[in-house]
C-alpha cells in the first residue's frame, strides 16, 4: 500500500512538473512573441533616377516625418542591377527597380524579396533609332547592334519586342550598356538602336535626334518593383507595412501637384522641365504601391521561365518562394 502512494505521489509530481514547464514554455513563447523588434537607427533608401516616388520623397523629406527616430540616408544608382546588388551587400534596406533586375539577382541566389509593385505606364519604355535611320519596321532590326541595359526592365521589354516580330536574341546583337554609355553610342551612331525607360526616352524623344520605332504600348502592361532583404522585413515588418504607406502618401501628392512634381524631377535629375513635364504626364494616376498578388506573382513567373529557357539566367526561379505577404 505504501508502495502504491508513494507511487502516486510521484506520478502526481511529475504531471505538476510537466504542467508547471508546459505553462513556463507558453509564457515564455508568449513573451517572446511581445519583444519588440529592434529600433530601426538607420533607414538606407537606394533609388534611381525613373523612381520618381523617391525622388519627390527625398525633396519632401516624407520618409524624414514618418520615421522621426531614424536617420533617413538615400543613395543614387544608374539601374536596377546596381541598387539590387547594393541590397544584397547590405548597403541599403529598400531599393526600386524594374521587372527584370529582380529576377536576375533571384537566379545568382541572392536573399531579395519582393516588397511591393506598382503599374509602370503604357509607353514607360521604347526602343529608340537614330533620327535619320532606315529602319521602318522592328522586323529590320535582324543583325543590328542594339544598346540595352543588361537585367534592366528593358531587358525584356526588348525581349518583348524581338518575340512580336518573330525574332531572337540570336537574331540581333545585344550592346550591354548603362543607359548613360547607351545615349553617348546612339549619339555617335556606333550601335543602330536603344530600349531604354523613362526619363531618358523622354529626354531623347525631345532632344529630337531620335525618333521611336516602338514603345511599351505595344506590350502587355508591365510593373515596378520595391524590394527588401529576408533580415529587414523580418526585424522590422512594422517598418516595412509604414514604408508603403509612405510611398502611397506621396503618390497622392504628386497626382495633386503635377507642376511641382516635374520641378522636383527636373531639379533633382538634371533633365529639362520640359522632360519632366513629359514623364509627369505620361505616368499612371494615381500609381499604387501594393504587395504583391497572384496576378502579379504569376507575370514575374513568366518573364523568369522565358529568361532561363534563354539561357539568360543560371538557375531557374520560383517568384512565388520570394515576396513579402505583409507578416
Not at 219 to 231: G, I
Request: proline fraction near 5%; aromatic fraction near 8%; hydrophobic fraction near 40%.
Amino acid at each position: 500500500m505504501k508502495k502504491v502512494f508513494a507511487a502516486a505521489v510521484t506520478l502526481g509530481l511529475s504531471l505538476s512538473l510537466i504542467s508547471c514547464t508546459k505553462t513556463e514554455n507558453v509564457e515564455s513563447e508568449k513573451q517572446d512573441s511581445e519583444k519588440p523588434t529592434e529600433a530601426l537607427k538607420t533607414f538606407n533608401i537606394g533609388y534611381q533616377k525613373a523612381a520618381l516616388k523617391f525622388i519627390v520623397a527625398k525633396k519632401n523629406k516624407s520618409f524624414e516625418q514618418a520615421f522621426p527616430e531614424t536617420k533617413v540616408e538615400w543613395k543614387e544608382f544608374p539601374a536596377g542591377p546596381q541598387t539590387l546588388e547594393a541590397l544584397n551587400v547590405g548597403a541599403i534596406d529598400v531599393g526600386y527597380t524594374g521587372d527584370t533586375p529582380v529576377i536576375f539577382a533571384l537566379s545568382a541566389n541572392k536573399p531579395i524579396k519582393y516588397l511591393g509593385y506598382e503599374i509602370n505606364s503604357k509607353n514607360a519604355h521604347s526602343l529608340l533609332l537614330p533620327k535619320d535611320s532606315p529602319i521602318k519596321d522592328v522586323k529590320e532590326l535582324k543583325g543590328k547592334r542594339i544598346a540595352v541595359t543588361q537585367g534592366s526592365s528593358a531587358h525584356f521589354f526588348l525581349s518583348q519586342v524581338l518575340d512580336q516580330a518573330q525574332l531572337t536574341w540570336q537574331d540581333i546583337q545585344p550592346i550591354w550598356l548603362t543607359p548613360a554609355d547607351a545615349r553617348a553610342a546612339i549619339d555617335k551612331k556606333s550601335v543602330d538602336a536603344w530600349a531604354i525607360w523613362d526619363p531618358y526616352a523622354s529626354a531623347a524623344s525631345l532632344k529630337g535626334d531620335t525618333r521611336v520605332l516602338t514603345d511599351a504600348t505595344h506590350v502587355p502592361p508591365a510593373y515596378s518593383f520595391y524590394s527588401s532583404t529576408d533580415n529587414f522585413l523580418q526585424s522590422h515588418p512594422a517598418e516595412a507595412k509604414k514604408f508603403i504607406e509612405t510611398l502611397n502618401e506621396t503618390d497622392a501628392w504628386i497626382n495633386a501637384h503635377p507642376d511641382e512634381t516635374a520641378q522636383i524631377l527636373a531639379e533633382s535629375t538634371g533633365i529639362e522641365l520640359e522632360v519632366a513635364k513629359l514623364v509627369i504626364e505620361k505616368r499612371r494616376n494615381p500609381a499604387q504601391v501594393n504587395l504583391l498578388n497572384a496576378e502579379t506573382v504569376d507575370a514575374q513567373q513568366k518573364i523568369a521561365d522565358l529568361f532561363f529557357n534563354l539561357k539568360l539566367i543560371p538557375n531557374a526561379v520560383q517568384i512565388k518562394d520570394n515576396f513579402w505577404n505583409g507578416q
